[in-house]
């Protein structure tokens, strides 16, 4: 990493959440977070870096019970304790130095771009969002996940989840899975893309310390969950990136939440799930920081007609 950052810390709940801050220029801020069982280094570095380079101040932070955040068991994603979350870094990055309350961005991407759609829709410190490649529709996700899983290894995941939700009732620790394997194994996704996370997020092994596993009833939660269905709640500017070729999160769901969003804006991108960290990176960079600029450095008054989905 070339930017220059801090290691800071916030309470949420009944833990504490550890962020990496980037210190910026221009008075906006955006506070960005991982998608499933992901921690803020592999989910965050390369678009934070680029975001500092702007000016903006960052707030990339981990989730309790991953990474470096407190909160146990470990390895466990539980959406409500992520909002949480969420709700708590913006509300710690608006007291940063440097940073204008008025000008703070919601960043996420698979997992935590659904949670983008829930927190904006309730937020009254946000000025803007972005959910890149998010998980929109957990139901539609699913059943296209199974297209790309083997009947017996997704029986198998269902068994472990089970006993998993069911050990935890008595304490016992979490059953783990992978976050990606290939068809026939017992992983969160073996989805065409999935095989992309390790290249897109950990390229060279540069983050030993990540661990790619995340307990199986976690997994089985997020089938449930639709996010998507707030966006026509969400009054602040919305940019919704979706890949065509996303097999995980799918993209469809996504730009209808787009164009559900009174002010939601929609860019489409080639490539899968994880293209903006691989060949479009430069291409998702550009749109989203093209989006910060217009909407919290210069944003226009809220009764002013924002751009068509798709138009940016």
Same mark, same amino acid.
């Given at each position: 990493?070339?930017?220059?950052r801090?290691?800071?810390r916030?309470?949420?709940?009944?833990?504490?959440?550890?962020?990496?801050?980037?210190?910026?220029? +221009?008075?906006?801020?955006?506070?960005?977070?991982?998608?499933?069982?992901?921690?803020?280094?592999?989910?965050?570095? *390369?678009?934070?870096?680029?975001?500092?380079?702007?000016?903006?101040?960052?707030?990339?932070?981990?989730?309790?019970?991953?990474?470096?955040?407190?909160?146990?068991?470990?390895?466990?994603?539980?959406?409500?304790?992520?909002?949480?979350?969420s709700?708590?870094?913006?509300?710690?990055?608006?007291?940063?130095?440097?940073?204008?309350?008025?000008?703070?961005?919601?960043?996420?991407?698979?997992?935590?771009?659904?949670?983008?759609?829930?927190?904006?829709?309730?937020?009254?410190?946000?000025?803007?969002?972005?959910?890149?490649?998010? +998980?929109?529709?957990?139901?539609?996700?699913?059943? +296209?996940?199974?297209?790309?899983?083997?009947?017996?290894?997704?029986?198998?995941?269902?068994g472990?989840?089970?006993?998993?939700?069911?050990?935890?009732?008595?304490?016992?620790?979490?059953?783990?899975?992978?976050?990606?394997?290939?068809?026939?194994?017992?992983?969160?996704?073996?989805?065409?893309?999935?095989?992309?996370?390790?290249?897109?997020? +950990?390229?060279?092994?540069?983050?030993?310390?990540?661990?790619?596993?995340?307990?199986?009833?976690?997994?089985?939660?997020?089938?449930?969950?639709?996010?998507?269905?707030?966006?026509?709640?969400?009054?602040?500017?919305?940019?919704?990136?979706?890949?065509?070729?996303?097999?995980?999160?799918?993209?469809?769901?996504?730009?209808?939440?787009?164009?559900r969003?009174?002010?939601?804006?929609?860019?489409?991108?080639?490539?899968?799930?994880?293209?903006?960290?691989?060949?479009?990176?430069d291409?998702?960079?550009?749109?989203?920081?093209?989006?910060l600029?217009?909407? *919290?450095?210069?944003?226009?008054?809220?009764?002013?007609?924002?751009?068509?989905p798709?138009?940016?």
């Amino acid at each position: 990493m070339s930017a220059v950052r801090e290691k800071v810390r916030f309470v949420s709940g009944d833990a504490e959440c550890v962020a990496w801050h980037y210190p910026g220029t +221009n008075g906006g801020c955006v506070v960005m977070a991982g998608g499933f069982g992901v921690t803020k280094e592999p989910a965050t570095d *390369l678009f934070a870096a680029r975001f500092a380079e702007a000016g903006f101040t960052v707030l990339a932070f981990d989730y309790r019970h991953l990474g470096e955040s407190g909160g146990s068991p470990r390895q466990i994603v539980r959406v409500r304790e992520q909002l949480a979350d969420s709700r708590a870094a913006i509300r710690f990055a608006a007291t940063l130095p440097g940073v204008d309350p008025e000008r703070l961005a919601l960043w996420g991407f698979s997992s935590s771009g659904g949670h983008v759609f829930r927190v904006a829709a309730g937020a009254t410190r946000l000025a803007a969002a972005i959910a890149q490649t998010p +998980n929109a529709d957990g139901l539609a996700v699913t059943r +296209n996940v199974a297209r790309y899983q083997k009947p017996l290894a997704m029986l198998r995941l269902t068994g472990r989840g089970i006993l998993d939700a069911l050990g935890g009732l008595v304490g016992r620790p979490p059953l783990l899975v992978p976050l990606a394997g290939a068809p026939g194994t017992v992983a969160a996704l073996t989805t065409p893309d999935a095989a992309d996370g390790d290249r897109a997020l +950990n390229p060279g092994g540069r983050y030993p310390e990540w661990q790619q596993a995340a307990a199986a009833r976690s997994a089985l939660a997020l089938g449930f969950y639709r996010p998507g269905g707030h966006a026509p709640r969400i009054s602040v500017p919305l940019l919704v990136l979706v890949c065509d070729q996303d097999r995980s999160a799918l993209p469809e769901p996504a730009a209808r939440a787009a164009r559900r969003a009174p002010r939601g804006e929609l860019v489409r991108l080639r490539g899968g799930h994880y293209a903006p960290f691989l060949d479009e990176h430069d291409a998702a960079a550009e749109a989203e920081l093209d989006f910060l600029r217009r909407h *919290l450095l210069h944003p226009a008054p809220a009764t002013t007609s924002a751009p068509e989905p798709g138009q940016h």
